[in-house]
C-alpha cells in the first residue's frame, strides 16, 4: 500500500524501539506528529528526551497527560519503591496495567483531532518482556474496536513487530539514524540516555542486541 501524502501520529515514548519507529514513520509519510504520554513514570527526564528528539528532528510534539495511570497501578515503573524483578513464568514488575491499551486509544482520538488515520507503536512480540499489550493479536484487535468505536479508518503499524533487538538496530542503522538512536534515546530504567546503566533489565536487552548486531555487521565489512 502506498502510504505517501498520508499523515501519521507516532506513539513516542524516545526510547530506542519509538524513536527507530520516528525515523521510519518519516520516511513512510508526508507528515508525522509525536505524541508522549505523561503517567507518572518515575523518570521525568523521559518527556524531555521525546521533546527534545522531536524538536531536533523538526517533528511536532504533543505532550498528553495521563497521570491517572500512574495512580491507578503499582509498578517498577511508575513507584520507586517497586523493585525492578523479572522472575521467570511472571509479568516484570515494569509492567504498567493497560498502558498500551490506554496510550493506543487516546492516540487514536488525537490523530483523528489532527486529521491522520494512522498511528505508529514500537511495540514487539519477538523481543519484550511477556507483555500482554506488546501482542499482535492485542493490537489487531484494538485496531479494530478503534475503528468500530470512532467510526474512522484507523491503521496501527507495528514495525517492529516481528523483529529482535538486533535487527532493530539493523533498521535504525538502515534508515541512517543508528548513531542518533544509540547516544540520544533513553532506553534504561534507571533513567541513563544512550548505552544506560548497563545493569537494568532494557539496557542488558538493548546492549545484546547492539553487540550481536555490531558482530554481524562487522562481519559483513570484513567478508
Not at 521510519?24 to 505524541?35: I, N, S
Amino acid at each position: 500500500m502506498d502510504k505517501k501524502n498520508k499523515k501519521a501520529v507516532v506513539v513516542f515514548s524516545g526510547g530506542q524501539d519509538s524513536t527507530t519507529c520516528l525515523f521510519w514513520a518519516m520516511k513512510q509519510f508526508d507528515e508525522v506528529e509525536a505524541v508522549t504520554f505523561n503517567y507518572g513514570q518515575r523518570h521525568a527526564l523521559e518527556i524531555e528526551c521525546a521533546n527534545q528528539i522531536a524538536d531536533e528532528l523538526g517533528v511536532k510534539w504533543t505532550l498528553l497527560d495521563m497521570s491517572l495511570l500512574g495512580q491507578l497501578t503499582q509498578n517498577a515503573l511508575t513507584r520507586d519503591d517497586v523493585e525492578i524483578v523479572h522472575n521467570d513464568g511472571e509479568l516484570p514488575s515494569t509492567f504498567v496495567e493497560g498502558r498500551n491499551h490506554l496510550f493506543l486509544s487516546f492516540a487514536a482520538v488525537f490523530a483523528k483531532g489532527v486529521g491522520a488515520r494512522h498511528i505508529v507503536t514500537g511495540v514487539c512480540e519477538t523481543d519484550f518482556s511477556g507483555y500482554p499489550d506488546c501482542r499482535d493479536d492485542f493490537v489487531k484487535s484494538l485496531n479494530v474496536t478503534l475503528n468500530l468505536a470512532m467510526d474512522h479508518n484507523f491503521i496501527i503499524h507495528t514495525p517492529l513487530m516481528w523483529i529482535n533487538k538486533a535487527e532493530t538496530w539493523e533498521m535504525a542503522d538502515q534508515l541512517g539514524a543508528f548513531e542518533f538512536v544509540r547516544k540520544k534515546t533513553l532506553t534504561c530504567y534507571n533513567g541513563v540516555i544512550g548505552d544506560g546503566c548497563g545493569n537494568c533489565p532494557a539496557c542488558q536487552l538493548r546492549k545484546a542486541g547492539l553487540d550481536t548486531f555490531l558482530q554481524t555487521r562487522n562481519l559483513e565489512q570484513m567478508s
